[in-house]
């Protein structure tokens, strides 16, 4: 993952100081771009040891249309839980507009359905595209995630906005664009789960996974983040692992957390940092 490293490097090297949302402080770049050739590995950063298992819940989550803590909680996955209501609830967050993006009929519309249909009739096309930035649901920045739940919006703006794919010589390619990137935490967790669902819908889709490229908007670095950061650049990556999915599988939504298994993951230790709220 030298990709992910030669960010890391990057924003700490060359980035502005910048204040934020969070009160806590960030070194910032304004675009950046990397790029992973999924048939080099699964990407998952090796220089500290990543909780493969919240990814796929994650993820399985989002594709089921849940925007409610309840089913994390059950499979032990808790990186949501700061920015629920008591009652779990996240307001209109990603699998919301994912599965159920409100029409102005009445009725609503799955984007993950019309992808996988539009990829498998027209592979050529320049609009398979899925979008979570829904102006309408927006939260109040100055008001707190679990105000905004409360007013029906969404706890926090998507950070994963817009994502496209695109076909040829039979490969399948994403391209995420992240609007905001926390480069310690979240980061490792967006990018194996954006090649994860690559593979997925590659897989339902008969195609082999091309390359995931992942563009950012504002990649920054929390300035308590900072040892852990030098720490974690000192260490030098290891051989990708990679992931076997269960072949039998052809559509999206029957994925199950068993059908995916980890193999040669040898990370360094866990790094442990706090979250920005
Ligand atoms: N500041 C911030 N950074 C994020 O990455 C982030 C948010 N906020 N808000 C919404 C989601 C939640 N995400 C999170 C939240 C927490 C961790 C985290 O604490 N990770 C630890 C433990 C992982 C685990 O329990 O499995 C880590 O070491 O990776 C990661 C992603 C990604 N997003
Ligand atoms: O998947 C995610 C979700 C969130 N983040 C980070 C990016 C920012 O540090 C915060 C969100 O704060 P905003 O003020 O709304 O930008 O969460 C991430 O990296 N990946």
Redesign the pocket.
């Known amino acids: 993952m030298k990709q992910y490293l030669d960010l890391m490097r990057h924003v700490r090297d060359q980035g502005c100081e910048k204040s934020?949302?969070t009160g806590t402080g960030t070194k910032s770049v304004f675009g950046y771009q990397m790029r992973f050739d999924l048939s080099e590995g699964f990407p998952l950063v090796t220089t500290k040891k990543c909780h493969l298992k919240s990814i796929v819940h994650e993820l399985l989550w989002f594709l089921n249309g849940d925007t409610n803590t309840a089913y994390l909680k059950e499979n032990g996955v808790s990186i949501w839980d700061e920015w629920a209501s008591e009652e779990g609830d996240l307001g209109p967050v990603y699998g919301y507009q994912w599965r159920s993006w409100p029409a102005p009929n009445g009725e609503s519309i799955d984007q993950i359905s019309q992808l996988i249909d539009m990829i498998k009739r027209k592979p050529d096309s320049r609009r398979l595209i899925i979008s979570a930035w829904n102006p309408a649901d927006l939260p109040d920045e100055s008001m707190s995630p679990q105000d905004n739940v409360k007013e029906g919006r969404m706890a926090?703006?998507p950070?994963?906005t817009m994502f496209q794919f695109y076909v040829a010589e039979g490969k399948l390619s994403c391209q995420l664009y992240q609007r905001?990137?926390?480069i310690f935490l979240?980061?490792p967790?967006?990018i194996a789960s954006y090649a994860l669902l690559t593979m997925m819908i590659a897989q339902v889709c008969d195609l082999e996974p091309g390359d995931f490229v992942h563009t950012f908007g504002d990649a920054?670095l929390y300035s308590n983040h900072a040892e852990q950061v030098d720490l974690q650049l000192q260490r030098t990556p290891k051989t990708l692992p990679s992931i076997k999915i269960n072949s039998q599988v052809k559509d999206i939504f029957a994925f199950r957390f068993e059908d995916f298994e980890l193999q040669n993951y040898d990370p360094d230790p866990h790094i442990p940092a706090p979250v920005?709220i």
Do not use: E, I, M, Q
């Open positions: 934020d949302r926090l703006a950070c994963h905001s990137a926390d979240g980061v967790f967006n920054h920005a």
